[in-house]
């Protein structure tokens, strides 16, 4: 275990290519060029790795994340059998509950190099048992880990009487973030409601925003340019996050092509979760089959922020995942169609400083000096090899502290009784 107050990595190669020693003192960076002189009682040679900002989590859903089969697997593979499995989840969540499984999956993106979440929280609940469960967890990691809270009303803030109340006491009891979902309010008047009350909220209580918006196949689904009139006359601007924003993959390009320009106005964020809505959307369609993602390729051209998340591990509508964000960005790369050299490096960046910037967290994130030395070093040389062969994150440094590695796995070969070990950076 090397400690995190003074430290040499010796021989890293950043994600510009350069090859660097860089020097941590009290767990921040305090120096970053080629060779320095031998001052720090302990070292860790790098080899020539790739040393990277550590991986954005910018989309989870931790409240449900392991319960899937609880109490049934989701048939239909649709977001509405998954509410309704959720439904009748929730009155059995308890704090132990929450707690253990919040945990139990930080810990596996942890272990893969994830240091910053930002988790939606569901407050369309009698009581508030997963919010404050999630506000707890949320101190009990600081040093390790940052994670934002969204209050996130799953059932639609005006979906029942309660929820509103619930909404604003989820921001009263420390939520970072203030959620919707539009598209699930109950009329089209809702949900346009619904995002006004949204930023009405956030400027009170000076919180981010963070909106599940038009995730549906529905091409007259259209709250998003609701939500960027209410950014641009607000001023918020990069304060909000669209997550989802799936009907933009749907509608037609005359009303895309004016839409974008106003996106361009915002200036507001976009989250993508490729591997839940590949198989969320599309449900209705036979051939041809949409794929039930946001304009990914199209929003990055036009110079927005746009992040990836996992949205799932293991719940009603997702019974896969393990906690690794390089499948997400494979995914997004696949799916979006993102396979020139500049739209890969893109890909590592929408799981990296682009989710730095949606969580609007870019003080405390990077590899510059007087920053944290929060890190991770793979067993690559560049972006596109981390993509091309998604590696275990070899090691994961907080504040200097080496909190995790992983050992690559190791193929050895008999061939006519001769043995070969192969390094795995070869395959
Ligand atoms: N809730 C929702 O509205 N949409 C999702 N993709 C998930 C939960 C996972
Ligand atoms: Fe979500």
């Not at 704090?95 to 190099?113: F, I, N």
Request: charged share 25%; proline share 4%; net charge negative.
């Amino acid at each position: 275990m090397i400690e995190g107050d003074r430290l040499i990595l010796r021989d890293c190669r950043l994600l510009t290519g350069e090859q660097v020693d860089i020097q941590v003192e009290e767990g921040r960076i305090a120096a970053i060029a080629p060779q320095l002189p031998r001052e720090a009682p302990r070292e860790l040679n790098v080899q020539g790795h790739l040393v990277s900002p550590p991986l954005v989590e910018s989309h989870i859903h931790l409240d449900s994340a392991l319960t899937a089969g609880e109490p049934r697997y989701n048939q239909s593979g649709t977001l509405f059998e998954g509410i309704q499995i959720w439904g009748e989840r929730k009155p059995q969540l308890t704090r132990a509950d929450v707690k253990q499984r919040a945990m139990a999956t930080l810990k596996q993106l942890a272990s893969q190099g994830v240091l910053f979440v930002r988790t939606h929280v569901d407050v369309s609940t009698p009581d508030l048992t997963a919010l404050q469960t999630l506000l707890e967890v949320r101190e009990a990691i600081q040093d390790c880990m940052t994670l934002q809270v969204v209050a996130f009303p799953q059932d639609g803030i005006y979906g029942e009487v309660q929820t509103a109340e619930l909404l604003e006491e989820a921001l009263k009891l420390g939520a970072d973030v203030v959620g919707g979902i539009p598209h699930y309010e109950l009329t089209r008047e809702d949900g346009v409601r619904s995002v006004h009350r949204i930023f009405e909220l956030a400027q009170q209580y000076e919180r981010l925003i963070d909106i599940h918006c038009d995730e549906i196949d529905d091409d007259q689904s259209r709250f998003l340019e609701v939500v960027a009139a209410c950014a641009i006359r607000s001023g918020l601007g990069e304060r909000v996050t669209a997550s989802h924003t799936t009907a933009f993959g749907s509608y037609n390009n005359a009303y895309a092509n004016k839409l974008m320009g106003f996106l361009r106005r915002s200036q507001i964020n976009f989250v993508a979760n490729p591997l839940i809505n590949i198989t969320l959307q599309g449900r209705t369609d036979t051939y041809p089959k949409r794929r039930g993602i946001t304009r990914v390729k199209e929003l990055w051209q036009n110079g927005l922020n746009v992040s990836l998340g996992q949205d799932c591990i293991q719940d009603p509508w997702y019974s896969l995942g393990t906690g690794n964000m390089l499948d997400v960005a494979y995914m997004a790369l696949h799916v979006c169609q993102m396979t020139g050299i500049e739209e890969i490096n893109a890909c590592y960046d929408m799981v990296t400083t682009h989710g730095a910037k949606t969580l609007q967290i870019e003080d405390n994130y990077g590899l510059e000096i007087g920053k944290p030395a929060n890190l991770i070093i793979w067993q690559a040389d560049s972006k596109f090899e981390v993509l091309r062969r998604r590696p275990p994150v070899r090691y994961v440094m907080v504040r200097g502290r080496l909190i995790a590695q992983t050992q690559p796995a190791i193929t050895t070969w008999e061939l006519e009784g001769k043995r070969l070990n192969l390094e795995p950076s070869n395959h």
